[in-house]
């Protein structure tokens, strides 16, 4: 099975900050990899697929890099609104990294 | 746009079975996969399985084989996932998740709670 590890598994920032959140995959998966947001309470939303391609709707401020693996979602700069938990996402087994919560710093 | 909307929360007791109900709306039922994903309190999200509501093939995670059954009824446009024999551990919130080909999970239902306590 492929194993997708996300770190940090918490990171602490300020609005403006730029904010590196990075997940590594156990084996290469090209580019099979989505980027979510999730706030408390409700459904992840889809920002990222395809390592890279931005979801209609997405701010721009948001970026996703990478291929085989290691990937990253960027931030550049932090938004109120952004304050929430990021899920990757190997998109071919289905399977997602643990998490990474980005909180108030 | 797309919308899923699910079904209301459920409490159990253990050994029992749980239906969700998923409805898809303003857009073609039979045209995307329909995925189910779970999420503990407190923890991450984990993918149960898929099926395409064109012919009713599904593919489960191999954690709930033998376990999770998901269907589909297309004159109504609705998918269900049912597990049985639930344990305290099945405590979760259950989302449904249309894919978009090749774009991942682009549209989620609103999630259904089941509880499971004796």
């Known amino acids: 099975d492929i194993q997708m590890t996300q770190s940090p598994s918490t990171l602490s920032a300020s609005v403006g900050d730029r904010v590196t959140i990075t997940c590594r995959a156990s084996?290469?998966?090209?580019?099979?990899l989505a980027w979510y947001q999730q706030k408390p309470g409700k459904a992840p939303k889809l920002l990222i697929y395809?390592?890279?391609t931005l979801e209609s709707g997405v701010p721009s401020r948001f970026s996703g890099s990478g291929s085989g693996t290691e990937f990253t979602l960027t931030i550049s700069s932090l938004q109120p609104d952004d304050f929430a938990t990021y899920y990757c996402q190997h998109f071919n087994t289905h399977s997602f990294g643990q998490g990474t919560k980005v909180e108030i710093k | 746009q797309a919308r899923l909307v699910q079904s209301g929360a459920e409490v159990k007791k253990p050994g029992a079975s749980v239906k969700v109900s998923c409805k898809a709306s303003e857009y073609r039922f039979t045209g995307f996969y329909l995925h189910w994903v779970r999420q503990a309190p407190g923890q991450g999200l984990e993918w149960m399985g898929w099926?395409?509501?064109?012919?009713?093939?599904?593919d489960f995670a191999q954690k709930f084989q033998g376990r999770v059954a998901m269907t589909r009824d297309t004159s109504i446009n609705t998918g269900y996932m049912e597990l049985t024999t639930l344990t305290s551990d099945d405590t979760a919130i259950y989302y449904c998740?249309?894919?978009?080909?090749?774009?991942?999970?682009?549209?989620w239902g609103q999630g259904t709670m089941v509880s499971v306590s004796s």
């Open positions: 998740a249309r894919e978009c080909g090749g774009r991942a999970f682009d549209f």
């Open positions: 084996q290469r998966i090209s580019n099979w």
């Open positions: 099926i395409n509501p064109d012919n009713g093939d599904t």
């Open positions: 395809r390592a890279s």
